[in-house]
């Protein structure tokens, strides 16, 4: 079975910064791209950020373009999602996901297969 694992979740300020990271099994990184889902309380999973492992090309949502980074380790088959100026609207659970690659809707939760267990970001003051 794939098996993901995300740590770095915690609670903080506006304005603060947190960083993701999520652990890939030796199968689920064999997948093409590795993403950052989340869910707000009373919301549907929206995503966030898509990295593609081998090209390394990333695709992000209108909503953290530009506040959030998200990079691989490929040797440590690790993906890290940088978060800086954190807002409340950011508090979620976050989830890491690994799957197939599709440039065009690299959005789309159907792309992948295999999911983390969430951890969860909270912004607040």
């Known amino acids: 079975q794939g098996q993901l694992v995300e740590s770095g979740g915690g609670t903080v300020q506006p304005g603060d910064s947190l960083r993701l990271s999520c652990v890939a099994s030796?199968?689920?990184?064999?997948?093409?791209?590795m993403g950052w889902f989340r869910r707000a309380p009373g919301k549907e999973r929206e995503f966030v950020a898509t990295?593609?492992?081998?090209?390394?090309?990333?695709f992000y949502a209108d909503s953290v373009k530009g506040r959030f980074t998200i990079s691989r380790d490929n040797a440590k088959n690790t993906v890290n999602l940088q978060m800086n100026s954190l807002k409340p609207e950011d508090t979620a659970v976050y989830y890491c996901?690994?799957?197939?690659?599709?440039?065009?809707?690299?959005?789309?939760?159907?792309?992948?297969?295999?999911w983390g267990q969430g951890t969860q970001v909270t912004v607040s003051s």
């Open positions: 990295i593609h492992w081998r090209l390394g090309t990333t």
């Open positions: 030796v199968r689920t990184s064999r997948s093409d791209v």
């Open positions: 996901a690994a799957g197939r690659w599709n440039y065009y809707t690299a959005y789309d939760r159907r792309n992948y297969d295999y």
